[in-house]
Structure formats: C-alpha cells, structure tokens
C-alpha cells in the first residue's frame, strides 16, 4: 500500500500535540511526500476528527488529512519519549499518546485498508512495545519496517 515509499522513524520529545502534529507533519514536508498545506491541514483535522486511540498500555495517535495535501503516501512513526495528550477519537476524552502514526495517503481507497490493518496492529501489544523501544538509528529503521511487514502493512 505504501510501497517503496520510506517509514520515517523519530524518537522525540514534544510537549503538546499540536507541537507534535506540527513536527511530524514537517517531516513528511522535509521528504517531499507532502505540499505545504499539509502541516495546518493536519492540525485542522485533528482538532475536528480527533485520533487518539487507547490501546491496553499505550496510547496511539493516527493523524491523517485529505489526499489534495500529498504528493505520494509515507507514513511517519514518531515514538515520544514522554507522552502527550490528544483527544480521543469518537468521544474526545484525553487520551495520553506514546507513539503517532502519521498518514500522508495520495488515494482515498487507501485510508480505510490501512486504518483498519493499524488499529490490528496496535492491539499487539508487544509488537507496539518493540516500536516504541526502537531508536533513530537506521537499523531501528529497519526493523520497524520489518515489523510492520510481517503485519501485512507495507
């Protein structure tokens, strides 16, 4: 789904979500995947259809924007080193993210598949550990592409 298209991985600290949504979105800007509205589509977005999503000891966020916003589709991972706050999505309770999911899909079909294959993903909740532990390195990298393979999510 997101073929050859590169996973960026980042371990940050952030302070809020919307610092969050602006550095992971500005990452996807930097690798070309997205335009320059992205980065205030994204946070628009979220405030209107928030995220977050509470997984046994871990709280995700999969921030995702309209596809006129992206030149090609990329995924941005970014584990926090401490979480932060995001809304949750369908009841906008506080939800404290550990891990963001960033999507930047140029087809709308797109968005359902890799939603559902990622909220899949999420409920092992040792595959979501691994995530979380792995760091910048480009063997990090690598594993977590070989992670999210092995799920089906490529």
């Not at 990090?140 to 092995?150: E, F, P, S, T």
Request: no cysteine; hydrophobic share 45%; glycine share 6%.
């Amino acid at each position: 789904m997101l073929e050859d298209k590169v996973i960026v991985f980042q371990k940050s600290h952030l302070d809020s979500s919307e610092e969050a949504l602006d550095y992971v979105s500005h990452l996807l800007l930097q690798s070309g995947a997205v335009k320059e509205s992205y980065p205030n589509a994204i946070q628009e977005r979220e405030k209107a259809f928030p995220t977050g999503l509470m997984f046994s000891d871990y709280g995700v966020a999969i921030p995702h924007t309209d596809i006129e916003h992206v030149n090609y589709s990329q995924m941005a991972i970014v584990s926090l080193k401490n979480p932060v706050v995001f809304q949750q999505m369908g009841n906008g309770e506080d939800v404290e993210v550990n891990i963001i999911f960033m999507l930047a899909l140029k087809e709308a079909h797109q968005q359902v598949d890799l939603l559902s294959q990622l909220i899949e993903l999420f409920q092992n909740k040792v595959l979501l550990k691994t995530l979380l532990a792995l760091g910048n390195e480009r063997s990090a990298i690598d594993q977590a592409l070989g992670l999210l393979k092995a799920q089906g999510i490529e």
